[in-house]
Nanobody
């Protein structure tokens, strides 16, 4: 079993920055993928970014491309989401997710392809 704990959320003005962290504990793994998703009130959970742990390949939603950066420190079992140029539309609960053994063809934008989820951290961007 893997536990994921997010931190770093908060309230920020439009144009500001936040860095989210996701610490994985429990059974460690050297392969797989980590992702960030977000869910605004009354809306579905949507993909934000993902990174493959063995290659470091990163993927982003079009809405955050160029503003958000996902990174990881495998030795610390931690994944980060650096968010710059925040907009009110980025307001949501942000969730960290982990996939044990995704294949090359696994769509990392699809929530059911992840095996573990954190409890989420609130990000609020004021205008």
């Amino acid at each position: 079993q893997v536990q994921l704990v997010e931190s770093g959320g908060g309230l920020v003005q439009a144009g500001g920055s936040l860095r989210l962290s996701c610490l994985a504990s429990g059974r460690t793994f050297s392969s797989g993928a980590m992702g960030w998703f977000r869910q605004a009130p009354g809306k579905e959970r949507t993909f934000v970014a993902a990174i493959r742990r063995n290659t470091g390949s990163a993927f982003y939603a079009d809405s955050v491309l160029g503003r958000f950066t996902i990174s990881r420190e495998n030795a610390k079992n931690t994944v980060y989401l650096q968010m710059n140029g925040l907009k009110p539309g980025d307001t949501a609960v942000y969730y960290c997710a982990a996939a044990d053994s995704p294949s090359y063809y696994t769509d990392l934008r699809y929530p059911p392809n992840y095996d573990y989820w954190g409890q989420g951290t609130q990000v609020t961007v004021s205008s």
